[in-house]
């Protein structure tokens, strides 16, 4: 796990020249160490070692949590110790994230390591990140077990005279019972008109009958998230419109499961459930990305969308999530996970 991430690391540190690099991304400092200390925890790796440096706070946690590293309470970013441990380590050419550097790190880099040669690292630990190793795989499909089964056992609470809040609030409950830490967003539980929003987080509104009820919700586990749409209409007389809509982001989220071949680029999976949309010409009413990326964070590399020029491989994992939605009607989205397997896409999502 771990000890191959840093293997990995090491091989682009090469590429680049760099002898060491100094990892400040919480998401990537958890991604390579196990801490879980986010935005307490810096990681300074060399050829040859690898340092965990935060407060004393995390004393124990840090030394349980990071077996593979050498910690040391060493307080950033701006602090003399850490200029004295890259003079021991006989660091020259030191990489750094630069979409994750602060100004005062960045006036350390400069004005107390001006001995180093500074090499930007990009996104090499964001791009790693994209392929799931098995253990992070068996993470993922346990948070959607997680949230998918909780909403199954819920879902029948959904009924008209409940509100929004309510329902949510259920919800993030029954995930949190089973083990969750917390809701990997904040719960979306948009309802009638207010499904046209599709970021419409769970408001005060009462659930009407006939209703469609968007429920977009993820558990965060293990520090990794899941992330689900289900679209359900409240007990009574639906919007014929809505129940037609319905079956057409069904049919493109179907669509481009199956048609899913290793290979194909983000844009060209987006591609497929966009034109099938559009061929019953809905196609403006469906405004956001078919999909992204997910790990550590919701939203993460790769992008399944008209800019998705990255080729999807095995052992990424992504959301597949078409939505039509109409203002002052309502909207319909449907999402799931799915696994890159050797010859297609593996649903992780249940319920
Ligand atoms: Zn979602
Ligand atoms: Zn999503």
Same mark, same amino acid.
């Given at each position: 796990m771990q000890s191959n991430r840093i293997f990995e690391l090491r091989k682009t540190l090469e590429i680049i020249k760099a002898d060491a690099v100094v990892i400040n991304d919480p998401d990537n400092v958890f991604y390579l160490?196990? +801490?879980?200390?986010y935005g307490d925890g810096t990681l300074l790796i060399t050829s040859t070692e690898a340092f965990l440096l935060t407060d004393s706070r995390y004393d124990i946690q840090a030394h349980e949590e990071a077996p593979l590293y050498n910690v040391k309470m060493i307080r950033m970013p701006d602090s003399d110790e850490f200029v004295s441990l890259v003079k021991e380590c006989r660091i020259k050419n030191l990489a750094f994230e630069n979409c994750y550097v602060s100004y005062t790190f960045w006036k350390l880099l400069n004005d107390?390591?001006? +001995?180093c040669n500074l090499v930007n690292l990009d996104d090499a630990v964001i791009n790693q990140r994209m392929i799931k190793d098995e253990s992070e795989v068996k993470i993922i499909k346990k948070a959607c077990e997680i949230a998918g089964t909780a909403f199954l056992e819920m879902? %029948?609470? &959904?009924? #008209?005279?409940?509100r929004e809040v309510d329902v949510a609030a259920e919800l993030e409950l029954r995930m949190r019972k089973k083990? /969750? &830490?917390? #809701?990997?967003?904040d719960t979306i539980l948009a309802s009638g008109y207010? /499904?046209?929003? #599709? %970021?419409?987080? /769970?408001?005060?509104k009462v659930i009407m009958a006939g209703e469609p009820v968007t429920c977009d919700f993820g558990a965060f586990y293990k520090g990794y998230c899941s992330d689900m749409t289900r679209t359900v209409f409240a007990e009574g007389e639906a919007d014929e419109t809505l129940l037609k809509i319905y079956d057409i982001v069904k049919e493109a989220h179907d669509l481009a499961i199956v048609s899913f071949k290793p290979g194909m680029t983000g844009y060209d999976l987006d591609k497929i459930a966009r034109d099938c949309i559009e061929s019953y010409g809905y196609g403006k009413e +469906?405004? %956001?990305?078919l999909g992204h990326g997910i790990g550590?964070?919701? %939203?993460? /590399? #790769?992008s399944v969308s008209k800019?998705?020029?990255i080729v999807l491989e095995k052992g990424m994992i992504f959301s597949v999530e078409p939505g039509i939605y109409i203002e002052g009607l309502g909207g319909v989205r449907i999402e799931d996970l799915a696994l890159v397997t050797d010859t297609g896409l593996e649903v992780i999502t249940i319920g």
């Open positions: 160490s196990g +801490f879980t200390g107390k390591l001006s +001995f879902k %029948h609470l &959904i009924v #008209p005279g409940v083990g /969750a &830490i917390k #809701p990997s967003f207010r /499904a046209a929003m #599709p %970021h419409g987080a /769970a408001s005060e +469906f405004g %956001h990305s550590t964070q919701v %939203h993460e /590399a #790769p800019k998705g020029d």
